[in-house]
């Protein structure tokens, strides 16, 4: 993110225009244009390019467009000596759930703390990681490391197994 800032003539800022590449901000700025200032960090709500309109993503933008694991993605990058430390999500990541892994939560829904926790932290069957309460469902249900009545091929069961913290 760059900004164009507007002084008045007392050197006082009175504006920051956003641009969403040093390009855009030596085009649309002409002459005016002071040299690079970009790597700013931005808002915490999206803005708008002054030059050419496009998005540029605030805080609030970037979480809701956050990478979104699948099966395809995370399968792709096994490994044939079994370092499959990609299936190692930290609290915040976000994992879409197979139609099987959908079938599998609502064949449990109810009866297992794991199917609790994973629908309370699921929206649109994307699961959003909580490392310590996922722990604390699997050993709740005496399955940690492990997800009950889930194969141990399925990559939600590879998550759990990569990712939750055990409970004290």
């Known amino acids: 993110m760059h900004y164009h800032i507007v002084e008045n ?3 006082e800022l009175t504006d ?15 002459i005016l244009y002071r040299g690079w200032n970009g790597c700013h960090e931005g808002a915490d709500y999206d803005q708008e390019c002054a030059n050419c309109g496009e998005k540029i993503l605030g805080l609030d933008g970037i979480e809701k467009q956050a990478k979104i694991h699948t099966t395809e993605k995370l399968q792709a990058l096994d490994d044939e000596h079994g370092d499959n430390y990609h299936y190692q999500l930290v609290d915040g990541e976000r994992y879409k759930l197979t139609d099987g892994e959908v079938e599998w939560l609502d064949f449990v829904r109810g009866r297992y703390c794991i199917a609790d926790h994973v629908i309370e932290n699921m929206e649109d069957n994307i699961y959003t990681m909580d490392t310590i309460g996922l722990g604390q469902a699997m050993e709740d249900d005496g399955m940690f490391p492990k997800i009950v ?11 759990a197994f990569f990712s939750a913290n055990e409970p004290d």
Do not use: K, T
């Open 9 to 11: 003539q007392d050197g």
């Open 16 to 30: 920051a225009v956003p641009y969403c590449s040093d390009f855009c901000h030596r085009e649309h700025q002409g």
């Open 149 to 159: 009545m889930l194969s141990e091929d399925s990559v939600l069961h590879r998550i």
